[in-house]
């Protein structure tokens, strides 16, 4: 008889068991009230899983925070990340449970294109949302040192990509990260590079790439621009490049390059030094750099543009003259001609 009441105890316990387990399984899984639209929040360091269920509870978003509560007792998951979430429609509180304990935040996404210059940089992180700000108002050197780096100039030392941060990273994390990529992929391509270049190291090659990078429209030029300007260093001719006359000048560059322009003394006037500018002038991409230490072969020395992106390469200063002449008729008023 005795025997009889354990096992009905025992089944009876079970099924309770079990059905203790469906309902909580059943709260775990119906859908938070989000809404239409995601909902994201911050997680700052030590929260407790408690807190947090009871606020969205407040907001109306959690209907059952204590069953979410018991829940994460029952299986250790009462430990929570710091960090940025979010919940989209239709996430469960097992989802968001899961989400809180492995740390699955919010990943954001900073673009740098190619050719921006270094003040360009900062403004965009500074623009940035959810990065934490250390750097405005500091000057390049002071860059540098913030971020212990063993360069002199911050210009063409940060590689232009797309980056991800998350809750807590810091504009100098992404600097960091921007410079070690740059360090990398300017040295794997210093050791692909073809012989006989004109560079003394790979920061020279850095210069020019910089300037390849300002000075190409259409990406299939970058090799026939690079080789321009590599057989004029060869032959010790100057690089006469707009974009170095619109470096130097700074902010009283005003959208047009002016003939006193082309005579002012600058250390980036190419049109007066000899060789490459001493720093490079904006943030060269890997094409770039590719094209300067694997340059294309040919013989033209000089380039026009024809107004859409692409350029007309001469090879004699005779044939460059008639080119500047037919594009410089056919649109005055944005005519350029780089080199000279």
């Not at 009441?5 to 309902?23: C, E, G, P």
């Not at 063409?156 to 921007?178: H, V």
């Not at 720093?279 to 107004?307: C, W, Y």
């Amino acid at each position: 008889m005795i025997h009889r009441y354990l096992l009905l105890a025992t089944f009876t316990f079970i099924l309770a068991a079990i059905a203790v387990f469906l309902v909580i399984s059943w709260h775990l899984d119906t859908p938070m009230q989000v809404g239409e639209d995601e909902f994201v929040f911050t997680v700052p360091s030590g929260s407790s899983l408690t807190l947090l269920s009871l606020s969205l509870a407040d907001k109306g978003m959690l209907k059952w925070p204590d069953v979410l509560i018991l829940w994460s007792r029952m299986t250790g998951q009462s430990t929570i990340k710091a960090g940025e979430y979010k919940l989209q429609p239709g996430d469960t509180p097992r989802e968001l449970l899961n989400m809180l304990t492995e740390g699955r935040v919010v990943q954001h996404q900073i673009t740098f294109p190619e050719g921006l210059r270094f003040a360009e940089w900062l403004h965009l992180l500074n623009q940035q949302p959810g990065l934490v700000k250390l750097l405005p108002g500091l000057s390049g050197d002071e860059v540098i040192k913030t971020l212990s780096l063993e360069i002199e100039h911050p210009e063409g030392w940060f590689f232009p990509d797309t980056y991800s941060y998350s809750y807590g990273d810091s504009d100098r994390d992404i600097l960091s990260q921007a410079h070690q990529r740059m360090q990398a992929v300017l040295a794997e391509e210093w050791q692909q590079r073809t012989s006989d270049l004109p560079f003394n190291s790979p920061y020279e090659a850095l210069i020019l790439a910089s300037i390849v990078e300002k000075e190409t429209g259409v990406t299939s030029e970058r090799g026939e621009i690079a080789g321009v300007f590599v057989r004029r260093l060869k032959r010790g001719m100057k690089l006469q490049t707009d974009p170095t006359i619109i470096y130097g000048l700074g902010d009283d560059y005003q959208g047009y390059i002016k003939r006193r322009h082309l005579q002012k003394a600058t250390p980036y006037n190419t049109y007066i030094i000899d060789g490459l500018p001493p720093t490079p002038i904006a943030m060269p991409g890997r094409g770039a750099i590719h094209a300067v230490l694997n340059p294309q072969e040919g013989d033209s020395l000089f380039f026009v543009a024809k107004g859409d992106g692409s350029h007309y390469f001469s090879a004699s200063y005779e044939e460059h003259l008639k080119a500047v002449q037919k594009f410089q008729l056919q649109r005055r008023s944005d005519y350029r001609s780089t080199p000279r």
